[in-house]
């Protein structure tokens, strides 16, 4: 005879959902009845970093690794001034009329504030627009599993900073020579910040200090769009030209720091890895960590909110699938589509 799903212990049921790595499973598990849903608690503690949804609106939510939409509602203001400047470990950080700078975790809800932009210097506010100031915002960790985590911004291209939790203001490095810095990725507590040129500035909130990297043959970056990140030991630069006329994978040229000689390199295959680029938020994963995701591949986004702007690249055969039949849904707080990998902790 066999047993009700109700009434099997609640070891046995605590065990299963162990072995669910996927958050959407874990979700659905808890659905199955009222006794699965109080035998394992609400927040799991066991998952694996999970693979990046897209936002396409401030509700919908592109899974590209199970094409399907899921709906959140983000407790979002309605006003045109509050905007989602990006996202990192899975917050999302959430500039509100124009001043306050709020991360949110759209998953649990939790909410934490940074100090207010009004907490820089005069020299630093004066003639910076609000669609310009705040760049890009990154974290040193989850806010959620580490209390003494960081925040490092760019501000207007020109200017690096930081704060700490319980920081009342910002705090800014002391970086010489007139750089225009795009773009930044943190690594075992410290802070990547790469310019238009390919310079590196590697910024340690622990001072603060900043060594700055010069590169010993040039890269002219000016004309292109470009984002960081780690792939394991690897610091990656995907570069886009938004050209006319050009396949979507001419546009993408990928670089690979090369510590030793100091030099970007451009490399032709992620191996085992996959990429997840936008202007906002970008992510590297291997897919032995997901089985069932291919391998090499770029899922990419820019701030160009067209529907030919969002896809997947395979480098192995350079073909591209491109995710047009998605409802794109222009949302003034949202402004592009972001990268954002679900973190229920």
């Known amino acids: 005879m066999g047993v009700e799903r109700a009434e099997l212990p609640q070891e046995i049921i605590e065990l299963i959902s162990k072995r669910l790595t996927i958050y959407s499973d874990y979700l659905r598990f808890r659905c199955v009845c009222r006794t ?5 608690p609400k927040t799991p503690l066991h998952l694996p970093p999970q693979l990046p949804w897209l936002i396409l609106s401030h509700n919908s939510f592109f899974d590209p690794s199970t094409h399907k939409i899921h709906h959140l509602n983000l407790p979002l203001s309605a006003s045109p001034r ?11 950080v959430i500039l509100h009329q124009i001043s306050e700078v709020l991360l949110l975790n759209p998953i649990t809800h939790v909410s934490l504030f940074l100090p207010s932009l009004y907490t820089f210097p005069k020299f630093v506010r004066e003639g910076l627009g609000y669609n310009l100031f705040l760049n890009k915002v990154v974290l040193s960790s989850s806010p959620s599993l580490c209390d003494d985590f960081a925040a490092f911004v760019i501000l207007n291209c020109r200017q690096l900073a930081f704060c700490r939790k319980g920081y009342d203001s910002w705090v800014l490095f002391n970086v010489n020579g007139n750089h225009l ?8 507590g410290l802070f990547y910040v790469v310019s238009t040129k390919g310079m590196i500035a590697v910024c340690d909130v622990e001072g603060p200090r900043v060594s700055i990297i010069e590169m010993t043959s040039s890269v002219n970056l000016s004309k292109e769009t470009f984002c960081v990140m780690f792939s394991g030991e690897d610091m990656l630069l995907v570069s886009q030209r938004l050209l006319q006329g050009v396949s979507h994978r001419e546009r993408f040229r990928i670089l690979k720091m090369d510590w030793n000689m100091l030099n970007w390199k451009e490399i032709h295959t992620l191996g085992e890895n996959m990429l997840f680029v936008g202007s906002r938020s970008s992510v590297s994963f291997s897919t032995v960590d997901f089985g069932g995701c291919p391998p090499n591949r770029i899922y990419f986004t820019n701030n160009v909110f067209r529907k030919d702007n969002l896809g997947i690249i395979s480098l192995s055969d350079e073909s591209v699938e491109l995710l047009a039949h998605y409802t794109l849904t222009y949302d003034v707080r949202l402004g592009c589509p972001i990268w954002l990998t679900p973190n229920p902790q």
């Open 36 to 40: 699965w849903n109080s035998c394992v």
């Open 82 to 92: 509050t905007s989602i400047c990006g996202s990192s470990f899975g917050w999302l």
């Open 181 to 188: 810095w795009v773009d930044v990725v943190s690594k075992n």
